[in-house]
């Protein structure tokens, strides 16, 4: 059962990286405040944003300033996300693979039947989209 609920934690927080942190720059020639660090502590990382995020989470100390209060904003997003949708996402898209924007997909197509929080939440990421 332990193992049951760290699965469904790491899901979840690698669905909400990938949901909130999309905002953080990752590519090379955009000049995002974690450009420098990405190259330098995770230039080997294949894969997703989430694998990213996890990655530079990893050597939160060794970062820059800039990098990590962009990582601290985001966290903080994270955690108000989680607070308004994570039961949604238990509830409606918990079979859902993350990553790709699964997740946000089931959770827009399930709209209608989320908490009024989630909704909102919801409906300013979209507007900022």
């Known amino acids: 059962m332990k193992s049951y609920?760290?699965?469904l934690l790491l899901g979840f927080f690698l669905f909400s990286s990938l949901f909130l942190f999309s905002s953080i720059s990752f590519s090379k020639?955009?000049?995002g405040a974690c450009k420098t660090d990405i190259e330098k502590f995770c230039s080997n990382v294949s894969g997703d944003r989430g694998a990213k995020m996890k990655c530079l989470s990893d050597h939160q100390k060794e970062l820059s300033s800039e990098c990590q209060a962009k990582l601290e904003m985001k966290k903080k997003r994270m955690e108000e996300f989680k607070k308004d949708c994570g039961g949604d996402v238990e509830k409606f898209c918990s079979g859902i693979e993350a990553g790709r924007g699964k997740k946000w997909e089931c959770?827009?197509?399930?709209?209608?039947?989320?908490?009024?929080?989630?909704?909102?939440r919801l409906e300013a990421k979209q507007k900022k989209l």
């Open 5 to 7: 609920k760290s699965g």
């Open 29 to 31: 020639h955009d000049g």
């Open 107 to 120: 959770l827009k197509t399930h709209q209608s039947q989320l908490s009024s929080a989630c909704q909102q």
